[in-house]
């Protein structure tokens, strides 16, 4: 749901990162590649508020995206503020890096930001060729709110509607593969979080992020479950890994655990690696994403797939 509250102005696990590595000491593995930026292209309007995304292009592309969902607490941050360096494990297998920004909660409810994810994907899928990507192949990672929006796309991407006046929402917001850390899966059901208020109502913490009508355990049962991706599970689902620590009492691991166990039964592929220790973000979560990139290998390129 967010980012530890020591840190409570870092908007996602990226940034969070930053300061990872420079305790770590591994900074040199993670270098930025060489890469062609492009920052602050518009995808859509939030009211009357312009949404964007970055484009970064690695110097030998593969043909493939994946898209960044740049979110921590449902906050976002401006365009280019994503710095290229936490993604060179995945940009030096050459995927095509979509930085995707959205106006952050409570200017913007949780249900609107994810509308706005959906946007993002039919988007980079309409401009794919222009951006030397395969619109029939693209990836999403993020983390806490990134990667609870992240399943939100996994589990809830769709076709458009086939008379959409823009032909950028006829697209599919579906995404082909996914790789996150720590995602919020069931808000009707918060366990053991220390956000769970005890009455079955919002995250205690985030209740504006859900709009006006959160506090109404009635409207709650609605909004929570069409926010929820643990409702939301099919046989389509897209191969999904995700990073959770069992120390977390934010987003504690059982979320990902039941979303785990639910997509097995169907006989979707659902890999949860458990960091013993880990709370909401650990020391070495930069050592991690070399594997998002084995799985982005394995899923969006083929290599060593099922």
Not at 132 to 146: F, K, M, Y
Not at 165 to 192: C, K, M
Not at 206 to 231: C, D, M
Request: proline letters at 9%.
């Amino acid at each position: 749901m967010g980012i530890p509250r020591r840190f409570p102005r870092l908007s996602n696990l990226f940034v969070l990162m930053v300061l990872i590595v420079g305790l770590a000491g591994t900074g040199c593995v993670f270098l930025s590649p060489p890469v062609a930026r492009i920052n602050g292209i518009p995808y859509g309007m939030r009211g009357e508020r312009t949404l964007y995304l970055d484009v970064i292009r690695p110097e030998h592309p593969n043909g493939l995206g994946v898209l960044v969902l740049i979110s921590g607490g449902w906050k976002s941050r401006p365009p280019g503020k994503f710095p290229t360096w936490p993604m060179a494990p995945v940009l030096r297998r050459g995927y095509t890096a979509f930085a995707i920004y959205h106006v952050s909660q409570p200017q913007a409810t949780v249900m609107e930001i994810a509308e706005d994810m959906h946007r993002a994907v039919r988007f980079v899928r309409y401009h794919a060729r222009a951006y030397g990507v395969d619109p029939q192949r693209l990836g999403v990672t993020g983390g806490s709110a990134g990667g609870h929006l992240g399943l939100l796309l996994a589990t809830r991407g769709a076709p458009g509607p086939a008379d959409a006046p823009d032909p950028v929402d006829r697209e599919s917001s579906a995404v082909q593969a996914v790789a996150i850390f720590y995602p919020v899966t069931d808000l009707l059901n918060l366990g053991s979080s220390r956000e769970n208020p005890g009455d079955g109502g919002p995250p205690k913490s985030f209740t504006r992020a859900f709009g006006p009508q959160s506090t109404n355990l009635a409207v709650w049962k609605e909004i929570g479950r069409e926010t929820s991706p643990i409702y939301y599970i099919t046989t389509n689902l897209p191969p999904i890994l995700i990073y959770h620590g069992d120390a977390d009492t934010l987003v504690p691991l059982e979320q990902s655990e039941r979303f785990q166990a639910i997509a097995r039964a169907l006989g979707c592929t659902v890999e949860v690696r458990v960091h013993r220790g880990g709370k909401h973000g650990w020391l070495t979560m930069a050592r991690d994403i070399p594997r998002f990139a084995d799985w982005f290998d394995r899923y969006l390129r083929g290599e060593g797939g099922p």
